[in-house]
């Protein structure tokens, strides 16, 4: 069987997936990868006569139903499709099963899941990676335009705009809890945008990529943050040869979700890296806790993520040994734009590329 590969692109309307879906078969085909694309399907619905704002709920409902099954089909048919190719496959859905989520309640989900012989966990660990791309609404709010896509009803106006941004956030609360999700900002130049989507799937596929610092802030909490996911990560480093870094990590979420990912990074050539993740059942994240390196402590840290004007960030909040230190760290950003700081963080440094606090190092013992 070939190695295969299956991702989501998703994100917020006017985000840019119909033109990262070109460019992702153009660049993985030249790289001898066979790369299957699973269509919308709420759009072949739209466009077949289906209207998600129907005032008749029972219609809506079975609209939303048959949505679920046909996303599953259609999967499940070019996976079989997949397995049979002599080259490597890489599975690109445009949205995912998650993102139907987004346009009901929990209590029509859990029904509709229910009925389908599933459930959210279950769906979320059908694909190996979900790459958000932020809605322009949000940050880039210049270049949102409905013009693209004869099925989207949120206008170009202050309205539209901000149930484009609401929209945004409850798709990415849909995924949370996929250890590889990623959320790809917006950017002055949108090439960059695209630049990041291609990495991130090289990531995913296994690929040298080359070593990026995320820029890191030494920062105070002054006001009230926005809606943020939170969620609780305890970080472990094994015992690992010359040249890798293996991090065991559990992270936890409110509603009781737990994900345990076991991270590797080896370095391949002067800065280049294989970075690979893969999750792990509980019984083998404690049996892996054996091989602790004994000369580092497990971190312990609150993070709380949160998209603001187009930018995503990450508060980690440390505890234990570290207690006291708050990092802020952008995720995404070009070395040629600007932070857009949130006006409740006051920055008392930048620590970007400072080495004392890459968390492998937080982590020894003192």
Not at 142 to 170: C, F, H, M, P, V
Not at 229 to 254: K, M
Not at 326 to 340: R, Y
């Amino acid at each position: 069987m070939p190695n295969i590969k299956k991702i989501v692109l998703t994100g917020g309307p006017c985000a840019g997936k119909t033109t990262a879906l070109v460019r992702v078969v153009d660049h993985f085909s030249s790289l001898g990868f066979k790369v299957f694309t699973v269509p919308e399907v709420p759009t072949l619905y739209s466009l077949g006569g289906w209207n998600f704002l129907t005032p008749n709920r029972q219609l809506y409902y079975e609209g939303e139903r048959a949505i679920l099954d046909s996303q599953l089909s259609l999967e499940n048919n070019f996976m079989r499709m997949a397995e049979v190719c002599r080259k490597p496959v890489l599975i690109v859905c445009d949205r995912g099963t998650m993102d139907i989520s987004a346009y009901m309640t929990p209590e029509m989900w859990n029904d509709i899941t229910s009925r389908a012989g599933t459930s959210s966990n279950e769906l979320r660990e059908r694909y190996d990676a979900v790459l958000h791309l932020v809605s322009a609404a949000d940050g880039a709010e210049q270049y949102y335009t409905t013009a693209t896509n004869s099925t989207r009803y949120e206008k170009a106006d202050e309205e539209g705009l901000r149930i484009a941004r609401e929209l945004d956030k409850k798709v990415i609360k849909a995924w949370t809890g996929h250890p590889h999700l990623r959320v790809i900002n917006n950017h002055d130049d949108f090439d960059q945008k695209m630049l990041r989507v291609i990495r991130e799937i090289s990531s995913v596929l296994g690929l040298p990529q080359p070593v990026t610092e995320e820029r890191k802030y030494i920062v105070e909490i002054t006001g009230t943050l926005p809606e943020t996911i939170d969620s609780d990560i305890l970080q472990t480093y094994l015992v690992s040869e010359p040249g890798s870094e293996i991090r065991l990590r559990r992270r936890s979420w409110s509603s009781g979700k737990v994900v345990n990912t076991h991270n590797t990074k080896k370095r391949t050539a002067p800065g280049e890296q294989i970075e690979t993740d893969r999750q792990v059942e509980n019984a083998l994240y404690e049996s892996m806790l054996q091989q602790a390196d004994p000369y580092r402590c497990t971190i312990s840290k609150h993070r709380q993520s949160f998209i603001w004007r187009g930018q995503y960030f990450e508060l980690d909040t440390y505890d234990g040994p570290l207690k006291g230190l708050t990092i802020l760290e952008t995720k995404g950003i070009a070395d040629v734009e600007s932070v857009n700081f949130p006006p409740f963080i006051r920055v008392i440094r930048e620590i970007t590329g400072d080495k004392a606090y890459y968390n492998y190092n937080l982590a020894l013992r003192r």
